[in-house]
């Protein structure tokens, strides 16, 4: 009848394991000198914005926009100086939160849609201060190298004629944003360079040749930002001490303008991004990365006459390009910027795209280009061509968003909920406590013990999950903690009837009644949790907010109940059969046949008749 | 009372047994009479629905000196209509109309100079009236894909019957746990559909627990067996029912206590409107995988020809008696308990039943 399993003979052993997955774990925690979980905002005090996607026809924006949407957002926000701002895709929304209050500052970051404008440029000069750090928080080795400013000085009078050949002074700017992870935005504008190759790349400036061999018949432009004129020709001097406008032609430039052109240090706080810039008017601007500074004109094109956009291999050339077709209105437009450009002067023969305020790139035209369809080339490779036609497309159809919800929490009212969670569950685990006592007497001390090491497993990874894996414990958390002391508990209770059901019928010691309850017990807990678990990773996965932090605790307990089980409770319940307390069926140990049945004879468990 | 003192002794020592499966017509009519009043209530009544699902702005602070007038035309004076204002404790909660931002920093630092809190001391919550909605949109998918899954599940685990009875009293705990928010006037908040959503795994887990026990019993159902699908099934029931309770109490208490702490200590909020889902769903939860998800199941096995044709050689020799009755003599304690197998299932034996199917 016995049935002894493996696990029988080394209940020792397994507790060990345990132990040290525990030590393991501490050491981790250790090393890492982290101790405390990292609180949500909702704890620690602090706003969260979430901004859902407002789309014409309620369909879901496409995931290459609202990427884009968030690098825009993150730039903003990176940009303002708000510091540990967190910027996040969730599901469709887009989640920003700040520690610390102070949700006016955010809101205002985010209030304004992001547009694509096409802008002639008026004037251009590198920035003033050459760009230490890009705004990012990548920590890209690069910066140092984007620090030579006007790599060639072309040093192109403006009085120079403006046969397109002056364009093959493009030089991409040496790449300053190599930073990886979806960041360089800017990659457009500073060509090769800014592929996330190694940085060493940024130490060349790629001087790509060959480009107004071909004039194509749908127009074709060229980015050429290095055919700006520097004030000197050799390197810069410090320009604080020089008007960054000497020599350039300013006329039909609003002086206002002019003033806030020699102020804009295209640092990473006044880059202007989200700045909402005035269609109307003319506009200081930077490049994206923040080595450019232009005058533009009055918005030539708005992004939303975009028709389409995209990016591919030309057939000639072989180059990576990026083609964009206007509709009927902005063709027009485009044909008109385009002619005006054409026939003016360096720099003023470039068109500027503008998305929310920062200049994506600025080609320099060749030919005028009528029919509503233009081709960038020069300097691309695959991911910046598709970069800047995704940017283009998305200024065609600019997200906008609706604030979903603000929430912010003070500080006070974070520590209130915390310590309001955790007096709940303190006082949850004191009545669970209780009643297994009273109930499971001697066993029931082993269900403390174990809900005991169940709560130092669950800080343990939840310490450890804030420090590694962006965990941030919230108010859902504790409380799907808290809810499954209850699911923890019940796998000892299942497990406990199960050795008392085979006590009842009284023709087992108890060390053999063990083990078959065990087995049986095993399965029901196994089905169960698994239960548990299938909801908890269908609601983390389709749900948002709040709902998904409580799955991720249900999941991450109902992992833990099941290591608990096999590797504490069950090797505890073997050890202490050993011992006569429970052998014997003390009075007290929860096991003793009076408490059982006053009559085993008559009562012999019926469900294994059957 | 000794009567209780027995009845505890009784369920320690695993000596009761009712006759769930047998008085499954109780237990329909007590759970389609719930349904129609929870169903009712939904139509006619409908939930109250919080503001995070309406849209609005909600500001949170610490006053102690402040009443409910004085909070109120601060409010109203900082331009903001449809002032409803909570309060627990020393802390505020003030639920107005959704507010722009501009409006917001207004109410903050009016409600900053009046009540001398610091300005940042002062929690703003601002919802967009679509937010609720996205929540509980998404929520419902999950809902869908999570019944497909666990009846997937269920179906491989154990068999489509097993699924199907489960995944229907998880229907009817919510419907009822809805009925009760309904009739009640309990807000509704994205917490409470956490709540809501929790109840789906409990209940489950419940259930599967029961079933688990039925299905090991009635494995061992033959043809010379002495037992009906029926009584085999109310003995598994019999058999988990101090487990049921236990752990139903087990998960209770918790949820009692974040209740507690919820309503007294801060008031309205993300712990409350949880736990009163939880409390109010676990409870339904248990009854319904006693006394709907099995009954449910037993009807649709007793028409397997396998347990007919033992239900038709037993049917005429016994009633519908479990084995454990003889031992079910003793006091008169818990009338409704210990009489159902004895009194009220006899003039019932299963056959009867069986034809009218």
């Known amino acids: 009848m016995a049935r002894p399993t493996s696990g029988q003979s080394r209940p020792g052993r397994t507790l060990l394991l345990l132990l040290a997955l525990i030590l393991a774990m501490g050491g981790a925690m250790i090393l890492q000198k982290a101790f405390t979980p990292k609180l949500g905002l909702d704890l620690a005090g602090g706003t969260t914005l979430t901004l859902s996607p407002l789309t014409p026809d309620n369909r879901p924006p496409s995931q290459e926009s609202l990427d884009l949407a968030v690098n825009i957002i993150r730039d903003r926000v990176n940009g303002s100086g708000i510091s540990d701002a967190q910027v996040a895709k969730s599901g469709d929304n887009i989640v920003i939160s700040v520690p610390g209050v102070g949700q006016e500052e955010v809101i205002k970051l985010v209030g304004t849609t992001a547009e694509l404008r096409f802008r002639q440029v008026l004037a251009a000069a590198p920035a003033v201060i050459p760009p230490a750090e890009i705004p990012t928080t990548a920590p890209s080795p690069s910066a140092s190298g984007s620090a030579s400013p006007s790599g060639s000085p072309a040093a192109t009078p403006k009085s120079r004629a403006t046969e397109p050949t002056a364009a093959p002074s493009d030089t991409a700017r040496p790449g300053v944003s190599v930073s990886p992870a979806g960041r360089a935005l800017s990659s457009a504008l500073v060509g090769p360079a800014s592929a996330p190759s190694p940085p060493a790349a940024a130490a060349t400036p790629d001087q790509s040749p060959s480009a107004q061999a071909t004039p194509r018949a749908t127009g074709s432009t060229r980015p050429a930002r290095q055919s700006t004129p520097s004030p000197s020709a050799s390197a810069p001097p410090p320009a604080d001490q020089q008007d960054p406008l000497a020599g350039m032609d300013t006329t039909g430039i609003d002086p206002a303008v002019l003033q806030q052109f020699r102020d804009l240090k295209c640092q990473a706080q006044d880059r202007g991004q989200g700045a909402q810039d005035d269609q109307n008017k003319q506009l200081a601007a930077c490049s994206k990365d923040g080595a450019e500074r232009y005058i533009l004109d009055k918005a030539a094109v708005t992004g939303t006459e975009i028709n389409s956009a995209s990016s591919g291999v030309a057939d000639t050339t072989g180059e990576w390009i990026v083609q964009l077709d206007f509709k009927s209105k902005g063709a027009t437009e485009w044909s008109k910027v385009t002619t005006t450009a054409f026939n003016s002067q360096p720099p003023r023969n470039q068109v500027a795209m503008v998305l929310d305020g920062v200049v994506i790139s600025a080609p320099v035209i060749q030919e005028p280009i009528p029919g509503g369809r233009a081709q960038i080339s020069g300097s691309f490779n695959q991911q910046s061509a598709t970069e800047l036609a995704n940017q283009l497309k998305y200024g065609a159809l600019p997200l906008k968003f609706v604030h979903s919800s603000v929430v912010s929490v003070s500080s006070t009212l974070g520590q209130d909920q915390l310590s309001g969670g955790l007096v709940a569950g303190g006082i949850g685990l004191i009545l669970v406590v209780i009643y297994s006592m009273i109930y499971y007497r001697g066993l029931g001390s082993v269900s403390v013990l174990s809900l005991a090491v169940a709560a130092l497993l669950t800080y343990q990874a939840v310490v450890l999950l804030g420090h590694n894996a962006g965990f941030r414990l919230s108010l859902p958390h504790i409380i799907g903690l808290v809810v499954s002391i209850g699911i923890t508990a019940d796998s000892f209770i299942v497990f406990f009837e199960r050795i008392r059901d085979e006590m009842k019928e009284g023709r087992r010691s108890l060390r053999t009644a063990i083990e078959v309850a065990w087995v049986r017990a095993r399965r029901t807990i196994l089905v169960a949790d698994a239960v548990m678990f299938i909801a908890a990773v269908v609601l983390y996965f389709l749900s948002v907010g709040d709902v998904a932090g409580f799955a991720f605790a249900m999941g991450l307990t109902t992992l833990i109940d099941v290591v608990l089980v096999f590797m504490f409770t069950k090797p505890l319940v073997t050890l202490l059969a050993r011992l006569k307390f429970f052998s014997k069926g003390h009075k007290l140990s929860g096991l003793d046949a009076e408490r059982m049945s006053s009559d085993t004879t008559v009562r012999t468990s019926a469900p294994q008749e059957a | 009372m000794s009567g209780f003192g027995t ?351």
């Open chain 2, 7 to 357: 009845l505890v002794r009784r369920l320690y020592r695993g000596e009761i047994n009712v006759d769930f499966v047998g008085r499954h017509k109780l237990w329909y009519g007590l759970s389609a009479f719930l349904l129609i009043v929870s169903l009712a209530g939904l139509l006619f009544k409908g939930l109250n629905l919080g503001v995070e699902f309406r849209g609005g702005s909600v500001f949170t602070f610490s006053a102690p000196a402040a009443s409910i007038e004085q909070v109120r035309s601060t409010m109203q004076d900082a331009g903001a209509h449809q002032v409803i204002v909570q309060t627990a404790g020393e802390r505020w909660r003030v639920t107005t109309e959704s507010l722009k931002p501009e409006a917001v920093t207004k109410v903050q630092q009016t409600v900053s100079d009046e009540f001398k809190v610091k300005r940042d001391q002062v929690s703003v919550d601002v919802i967009g009236a679509s937010w609720g909605g996205e929540v509980s949109e998404k929520a419902v998918i999950g809902l869908i894909v999570f019944m497909l899954a666990i009846i997937l599940y269920l179906t491989m685990a154990f068999e489509w019957k097993m699924a199907m009875s489960a995944v229907v009293a998880l229907l009817h705990d919510l419907v009822i746990t809805a009925g009760v928010y309904a009739w009640s006037g309990f807000e509704v908040t994205p917490a409470t559909m956490l709540g809501f959503l929790t109840i789906l795994g409990y209940s489950l887990y419940d259930a599967v627990v029961v079933f688990d026990m039925i299905k090991e019993v009635t494995a061992k159902l033959g043809t010379t067996s002495k037992m009906t699908y029926t009584q085999a099934a109310n003995n598994a029931l019999n058999h988990t029912l101090i487990r049921s309770l236990n752990t139903t109490l087990v998960a209770i208490l918790p949820v009692a206590a974040i209740l507690f702490i919820g309503t007294t200590l801060l008031g309205a909020g993300t712990l409350k409107d949880l736990s009163l889902a939880l409390f109010v769903g676990m409870i339904v939860g248990t009854y319904s995988s006693l006394c709907v998800a099995t009954p449910l199941l037993v009807q649709l096995k007793e028409r397997e020809p396998k347990y007919q044709a033992i239900a038709r050689r037993l049917g005429s020799t016994k009633s519908n008696k479990t084995p454990r009755v003889s031992a079910g003599g003793r006091e008169p304690v818990a009338a409704g308990a210990a009489g159902a197998a004895t009194s009220a299932a006899a003039p019932e034996p299963p056959s009867d039943k069986r034809k009218k199917r």
